[in-house]
């Protein structure tokens, strides 16, 4: 069965740190990642994307791929408070199906 | 103007009940897909549509049935509610085929089944 993993948590980090945040995923013929940030209550929307080894930046946030070892993560650089949500990792497996980690919360505490 | 909408948002009712709920999304996306997320916030996909045709079925109950009138809408009817149907049910869609699959998410409908 096709599993993407990560850390529950919480991961608890102070305001202006960096959080990292990392996903493991099993089908190795996996082309598409994305972190999905969800707050309390409400949908999950899009962080990043990523379909490349390599870091993708995009402001304060970066995601790191390595197809080798199977493994994504998400930095996220000087922390803020309203970063306090639950992140979560997906992978499209290929056609139009995308799974997803059970989310890992963080607590930015100020 | 919303992306993606869901109604109702909320939907409380008896075990036995049928209830339905419905998805439209003005993005002009090919496929549509209905979630579960439980309690411990595990978002699970249930169904994938794609151009009004299913595509994914994750081995849901029989008592689930989804429906697409046309691909701006995905529709859920779910008989015979019993208490473990109790989650947030998201709606979302996306664009897949173009490099990414971006899922754009409705605001979700949260159902308790007593």
Known sequence: QKEVEQNSGPLSVPEGAIASLNCTYSDRGSQSFFWYRQYSGKSPELIMSIYSNGDKEDGRFTAQLNKASQYVSLLIRDSQPSDSATYLCAVNTGGFKTIFGAGTRLFVKA | ?114
Request: aromatic share 10%; charged share 20%.
């Open chain 2, 1 to 114: 103007d919303t992306a993606v909408s869901q109604t109702p948002k909320y939907l409380v009712t008896q075990m036995g009940n049928d209830k339905s709920i419905k998805c439209e999304q003005n993005l002009g996306h090919d496929t549509m897909y209905w979630y579960k997320q439980d309690s411990k916030k595990f978002l699970k996909i249930m169904f994938s549509y794609n151009n009004k045709e299913l595509i994914i079925n994750e081995t849901v109950p029989n008592r689930f049935s989804p429906k697409s009138p046309d691909k701006a809408h995905l529709n859920l009817h779910i008989n015979s509610l019993e208490l473990g149907d109790s989650a947030v049910y998201f709606c979302a869609s996306s664009q897949p085929g173009q490099g990414e699959d971006t899922q754009y998410f409705g605001p979700g409908t949260r159902l308790t089944v007593l």
